[in-house]
């Protein structure tokens, strides 16, 4: 997938709620691709290595595939344990069912592009700081063999490139295959070629190996052995390839939605392909500053109103405000500033959009016996968020670069031992739920985790 992502930046004024400033339009991800995700060499190889493997690891192939009951699958991502938004992709590109030059996706809309054979998933809104944290799981979409995986290519491309991607095939009981596309360097399965997984069982995490512009999977079905027999598992007038949907329950066209409603410090740093995403996001404030208000939709559509309240510990209103969505985005992330109460105590940041809420918690002056404070006293360094899943951003003074963060349990052994490598680190603690405490340089303080 090519120019996977078009930033945008623009500055619009809406009806001003109580306190909130102007609203940034950013990090617009429409997709505009024109090469290929897979090309036709690795196609080949694919299929090549497929027929080598079926040899070579003794696979049993289904017995009669006429008679054979069709798979249906389901949906092949899921989060990640410990991610708590209510979103974390939208759909970019389906099959191309226009022959010609011209492109058509199975809905009659132009969701896809020339010659795509798969349907690409990415991650949004932070799709490189996902990959990172391994937040999104590729798992498998019905019961099957594995009949091949590459696991050891780079996975931060930017550009349609042709390269090899990391993936994963699976046969089904019915002859059909699908393939798992783009995948983490070292993230898949440590399974073999030719054992057998289950429906829903992990393959491995969602990275940009391969010819890709960015962190989606691509997911492709075969009918059979050979690529030619590409299927579309979307039903919709203008499949031309299956009359029937072979997914399990098959998502609407579109699915718009607020995925993800958080509270930050400062604006997310957006870097270009292929840097890491700082969300800045916090769960901690100073009563009376202020904070940004950021929603991220999928599928935003024209005309449809998102709602946002801030709300009260007793849930009475603190402030509310709206945007009408003036265009129809595949996913977009915006915010405004808004003042923060004044009082002590746990918010909720709420957004509504087309019938569904998305929520985030929030305090205002967290105290030690209700909660971790997120700034530890040393404006040297903060860790954040805190409580957190494990996954964790440090921001230090220069100075501190290169200096070691000792992270110990309850009763004092080390449990992880990292160096700083930047101002802004990440940690992705693997840590059973509980009280930890740091020690990096003369920064102390305590980390809870709730995965
Ligand atoms: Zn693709």
């Known amino acids: 997938m090519k120019n996977f992502l078009l930033a945008a930046t623009l500055f619009l004024v809406i009806i001003a709620p109580l306190t909130s400033k102007a609203q940034e339009v950013e990090d617009i991800q429409n997709g505009n691709n024109t090469s290929l995700c897979i090309s036709n060499e690795e196609y080949n190889a694919i299929e090549k290595r497929q027929a080598e493997n079926i040899i070579k690891y003794n696979i049993k192939l289904p017995l009669n595939k006429t008679t054979a009951t069709q798979v249906t699958y389901n949906w092949p991502l899921r989060a990640a344990k410990g991610f708590k938004d209510s979103g974390f992709y939208a759909i970019y590109a389906y099959v191309d ?70 993936y994963v095939m699976l046969m089904h ?15 898949l399965t440590t399974k073999k070629i030719g054992d057998k997984v289950k429906q829903g069982e992990f393959l491995g995490t969602v990275g940009s190996s391969g010819s890709s512009t960015g962190p989606h999977l691509h997911f492709e079905v075969w009918k059979g052995d050979k690529q030619s027999t590409y299927n579309d598992p979307w039903a919709g007038s203008c499949n031309k390839i299956n009359a029937t949907t072979w997914w399990a329950k098959q998502k609407s066209y579109t699915e718009p939605a607020i995925i993800v409603a958080s509270v930050h410090t400062a604006a997310p740093v957006v870097p270009a392909c292929p840097g890491t995403e700082t969300p800045n996001e916090d769960s901690c404030f100073k009563a009376g500053g202020t904070a940004l208000f950021q929603i991220a939709y999928r599928n935003e559509t024209k ?50 959009y087309n019938g569904i809420t998305t929520n985030k918690k929030f305090k205002i002056n967290c105290s030690p016996t209700t909660g971790i404070e997120s700034y530890q006293g040393n404006l040297d360094f903060r860790i954040y968020p805190n409580p957190s899943n494990g996954n964790l951003t440090i921001n230090s003074n220069p100075h501190c670069i290169g200096q070691r963060i000792i992270i110990y349990n309850s009763v004092g052994e080390i449990v992880s031992e990292n160096s700083l490598t930047n101002e802004t680190t990440s940690l992705n603690l693997q840590l059973p739920n509980g009280l930890y405490f740091y020690k990096s340089g003369e920064s102390i303080g305590k980390i809870l985790i709730q995965n």
């Open 173 to 187: 009981s019915d002859s059909s295959r699908t393939l798992y596309a783009h995948m983490k360097k070292y993230s």
């Open 303 to 352: 005309g449809l109103t998102a709602n946002m309240r801030i709300v009260n510990p007793d849930g009475s209103t603190f402030n509310s405000w709206t945007r009408t969505s003036a265009a129809d985005n595949k996913s977009i992330r915006t915010y405004v500033s808004n003042t923060l109460p004044s009082k002590a105590g746990t918010y909720t940041f709420e957004a509504k």
């Open 97 to 166: 069912q226009d022959a010609t030059s011209g492109i058509k996706d199975w809905n009659c809309g132009t969701n896809t592009y020339n010659g795509h054979k798969g349907t690409d998933i990415g991650l949004f809104p932070y799709r490189f700081y996902m990959m990172d944290n391994k937040q999104v799981e590729i798992i498998a979409a019905a019961d099957g063999i594995i009949m091949d995986k590459i696991d050891s290519l780079f996975d931060k491309n930017c550009a349609a490139n042709g390269l090899t991607a990391n």
